[in-house]
């Protein structure tokens, strides 16, 4: 998408929106940061109440910042709004075991961080402004119903920001500043999902109870990245061969068919090109911590990790000799989802051993449970 500083933005974006692209930045539009609807507060309250959260406990923690952005940064008044696309060809693993597609090569947070902070700075030396805080998605904001109130993006059925030309492939960032903005937006007018409901019927796991409302303790993405705990088994063979991440309600939204391929941008990590799912089991936690540098896999931690690649092993069938390895981990995590998988591959006998072996009493469930579908 292509801005010039003669855009249609009101005095004083065009210097902004100049600055922007010097530093790789298109500005989407400026939103002042006073507060939220009454219809976005009880959303989120009933959201989090109802548990849709899981284990993210940064978000109830900082309700009250994210719905009243002076809480955290009391010299807040606007912000700018910008997005990176990133559409891309599908991969991952060597060997197989699927990545999310903003995972595949450098850390986000990194390249759209340090671009936002040039711009700050830019701006600050220019008397833009005083203060200025970059977010790239890791602060209490609500950076999506930012985009939504500017309307600089519309809200999908998927509960992702949906762009007119990149469909849902977008990175959200802000930045923060202690100067007064107009509201403006570079969206003249926007469409919307009408009666298409592709990502709700082709989610892997289920995860939307209805249009706009995500139930993140089914979704694939949250599991495998976000939540620290056992995976339920009910779900496992939900996850196909998804390591990190999911992609499905991003790439059945007709939006993004016509998106731009923006692969050669983003590039892929060297880690992904050399570690199979069983290279992964039996690594450990150094060289992992070692390969994975710059990578945004490392959020899902090793343990982690190594969790979500033994359901995937599972899933494909594959991996016995690693797998029995992974049984003797020293994370309970990793054994007892190990176990699960070693009964996909029907590896009776490994089982039976690692029964007498263990004294975790939920990794000996999860052997149990395994062992219960021997015919």
């Not at 500043?177 to 409901?197: Q, V």
Request: hydrophobic share 35%.
């Amino acid at each position: 998408m292509d801005i010039s500083p003669q855009n249609l933005a009101p005095d004083p974006l065009p210097k902004v929106v100049e600055y922007a692209l010097e530093v790789g930045l298109n500005l989407r539009g400026s939103v002042a940061t006073g507060g939220f609807s009454e219809t976005v507060k009880d959303r989120l309250k009933l959201w989090l109440n109802r548990g849709s959260a899981g284990e993210m406990g940064w978000l109830p923690r900082n309700q009250d910042n994210l719905l009243h952005l002076q809480k955290w940064k009391p010299w807040a008044q606007s912000a700018l709004l910008f997005a990176l696309p990133y559409r891309r060809r599908g991969g991952g693993f060597r060997n197989g075991g699927a990545v999310a597609r903003y995972a595949l090569g450098r850390d986000y947070h990194n390249v759209f961080g340090k671009k936002l902070e040039r711009l700050g700075k830019r701006l600050r030396e220019d008397g833009f402004c005083k203060r200025f805080r970059a977010v790239t998605d890791a602060a209490p904001v609500l950076e999506r119903e930012w985009a939504i109130l500017n309307s600089s993006g519309f809200r999908g059925k998927n509960t992702l920001l949906l762009d007119p030309q990149e469909g849902p492939w977008l990175i959200l960032g802000e930045l923060i500043l202690d100067t007064e903005l107009p509201n403006w937006t570079l969206f003249s007018a926007l469409p919307s999902c009408g009666t298409c409901s592709a990502c709700l019927d082709d989610c892997p796991s289920n995860a939307f109870r209805a249009p706009w409302d995500l139930d993140a303790r089914k979704c694939i993405s949250y599991l495998t990245i976000e939540s620290r705990m056992p995976i339920q088994q009910s779900l496992r063979k939900k996850m196909g061969d998804w390591v990190f991440g999911c992609d499905v309600c991003l790439e059945v939204c007709p939006f993004g068919d016509k998106a731009q391929d923006y692969s050669d941008d983003w590039g892929t990590h060297a880690a992904l090109e050399q570690f199979s799912l069983e290279d992964l089991l039996e690594c450990s936690e150094k060289e992992f911590e070692s390969a994975f540098r710059g990578s945004p896999i490392r959020r899902a931690t090793w343990p982690g990790l190594l969790r979500n690649a033994c359901i995937v092993l599972g899933n494909m069938k594959r991996g016995s000799r690693s797998l029995k390895k992974a049984l003797e981990h020293p994370s309970p995590l990793v054994r007892g989802h190990a176990a699960w998988a070693l009964g996909q591959l029907q590896e009776w006998n490994t089982l039976d051993s690692g029964r007498r072996k263990e004294s975790e009493a939920w990794v000996r469930s999860e052997i149990e449970s395994a062992l219960e579908e021997r015919t």
